[in-house]
T-cell receptor, first 111, second 112 residues
Framework: QKEVEQDPGPLSVPEGAIVSLNCTYSNSAFQYFMWYRQYSRKGPELLMYTYSSGNKEDGRFTAQVDKSSKYISLFIRDSQPSDSATYLC???????????FGSGTKLNVKP | NAGVTQTPKFQVLKTGQSMTLQCAQDMNHNSMYWYRQDPGMGLRLIYYSASEGTTDKGEVPNGYNVSRLNKREFSLRLESAAPSQTSVYFCASLRDRVPEAFFGQGTRLTVV
């Protein structure tokens, strides 16, 4: 079993829709939970991260962590065509010297 | 700032050939990483270096070697390339005290 599982999609939504992206994990020792965005033929870039449980909001993006269920989510409100990319979840232990990535979900937001 | 710079961007190798992928960062980060990305597999860690002079194996180290030449540079070497090493390779450095990794643009390697 992989340590981090993520539905690869692709996920296609109309502009303005609310998008929900999810990951599950097996290692209860993970403390940092991250979402990276990767545009085609580019390297990933950090979107946001949370430490331990709870929610974090940054503009149209909200990250949620439910450690009891070992489940994390990224919500995108009022999605835009520019949000079309692959979204990778990543997790690490308290010292975050190694990241464990999901396989990525490809999102397409149609104008 | 250039961030993380990888060379080359594209490479085609024949089976059995060797090559070195170069990576340099100008952010004074201690930790650097090499990943490979394959369709449906996400990013898999090959090797990492927590500081100058130290390197450790990741998830898929077989067939690769690394050198942390100095704080800025971290190279990945394929001694005898195999078709299974066809992939996109990313170098990354990690910001201190924050779990933010900065990635290079990637090297697209094809082994025929």
């Amino acid at each position: 079993q992989k340590e981090v599982e993520q539905d690869p999609g692709p996920l296609s939504v109309p502009e303005g829709a609310i998008v929900s992206l999810n990951c599950t994990y097996s290692n209860s020792a993970f403390q940092y939970f991250m979402w990276y965005r990767q545009y085609s033929r580019k390297g990933p870039e950090l979107l946001m991260y949370t430490y331990s449980s709870g929610n974090k909001e940054d503009g149209r993006f909200t990250a949620q962590v439910d450690k009891s269920s070992k489940y994390i989510s990224l919500f995108i409100r009022d999605s835009q065509p520019s949000d079309s990319a692959t979204y990778l979840c990543a997790m690490s232990l308290y010292n975050f010297n190694k990241f464990y990535f999901g396989s990525g979900t490809k999102l397409n937001v149609k104008p | 700032n250039a961030g993380v710079t990888q060379t080359p961007k594209f490479q085609v190798l024949k089976t059995g050939q060797s090559m070195t992928l170069q990576c340099a960062q100008d952010m004074n980060h201690n930790s650097m990483y090499w990943y490979r990305q394959d369709p449906g597999m996400g990013l898999r860690l090959i090797y990492y270096s927590a500081s100058e002079g130290t390197t450790d194996k990741g998830e898929v180290p077989n067939g690769y070697n690394v050198s942390r030449l100095n704080k800025r540079e971290f190279s990945l070497r394929l001694e005898s390339a195999a078709p299974s090493q066809t992939s996109v390779y990313f170098c990354a450095s990690l910001r201190d005290r924050v779990p933010e990794a900065f990635f290079g643009q990637g090297t697209r390697l094809t082994v025929v």
